[in-house]
């Protein structure tokens, strides 16, 4: 690892660490607003969003992949319909899968 990336890191851990250590230590101890509190749930939905749509939308990094080879977004969409209809995490994410590995075994392999 590069000096600048050991930076970057010890950085980040410096920032967040400390808040989130706080949250944890005075939650229970700290009584929130209702608002915060209802804001505080959709924190985890934010998180995930986040991290998988460039992921999807973008899977080399730099360019926008938005057709019917995308083996990614084929994956992701056929998860949502999952999710959407049943409501099952483990039946969004097998189907998910199945959907990505067969998908880029037609289209891409």
Same mark, same amino acid.
């Given at each position: 690892m590069k000096p600048h990336e050991i930076a970057i890191i010890a950085g980040m851990t410096a920032v967040t660490f400390p808040i989130r250590y706080l949250l944890f230590a005075l939650?229970?101890?700290?009584?929130? /607003? /209702?608002?915060? #509190? #209802?804001?505080?749930?959709?924190?985890?939905?934010?998180?995930?969003?986040?991290?998988?749509?460039?992921?999807?939308?973008? /899977?080399?990094g730099q360019h926008w992949r938005l057709d019917w080879r995308n083996a990614y977004l084929a994956g992701a969409l056929a998860a949502g319909v999952v999710a959407w209809r049943w409501r099952g995490l483990l039946a969004s994410i097998g189907a998910g899968l199945v959907t990505y590995l067969v998908w880029r075994a037609m289209f891409m392999g």
């Open positions: 939650g229970e101890h700290v009584d929130f /607003p /209702p608002l915060l #509190r #209802r804001a505080l749930g959709f924190v985890p939905v934010a998180v995930l969003t986040a991290i998988t749509v460039p992921l999807v939308l973008l /899977p080399d």
